[in-house]
Nanobody, 134 residues
């Protein structure tokens, strides 16, 4: 089992920055990849960014490229999402997720692009609200 706790959300003006944290505990040695997703009211959950646990593969959705950076601190079992130049359309609940099963690993080895698929993730955090005012 892996537990994930997000933090760092809040209210920020457009153009500002926030850094989200995702602290993992439990069987962190099983984690193959960590992803960040977001969900705005009335919308589907969408992929934001993901990284292999060893940061060998990193993936971003086009709308955040150049503005968001995913990184990790293995010693702290924590993954970060640095968000700069925030826009009102970035407003959403942000979730981190971990892929840690044999099933997900079998999918991940086929292509790094699969890190964008919610179905490969086995564990999810509770979410943290990010609100960007105009």
């Amino acid at each position: 089992q892996v537990q994930l706790i997000e933090s760092g959300g809040g209210l920020v003006q457009a153009g500002g920055s926030l850094r989200l944290s995702c602290a993992a505990s439990g069987r962190t040695s099983d984690i193959h990849a960590v992803g960040w997703f977001r969900q705005a009211p009335g919308q589907e959950r969408e992929f934001v960014a993901a990284s292999g646990w060893s940061a060998d593969d990193i993936l971003y959705t086009d709308s955040v490229k150049g503005r968001f950076t995913i990184s990790g601190d293995n010693a702290k079992s924590t993954v970060y999402l640095q968000m700069n130049s925030l826009k009102p359309e970035d407003t959403a609940v942000y979730y981190c997720a971990a892929a840690a099963s044999f099933r997900s690993r079998a999918i991940l080895v086929t292509s790094a692009q699969t890190m964008a698929y919610p179905r490969i993730y086995d564990y999810w955090g509770q979410g943290t609200q990010v609100t960007v005012s105009s």
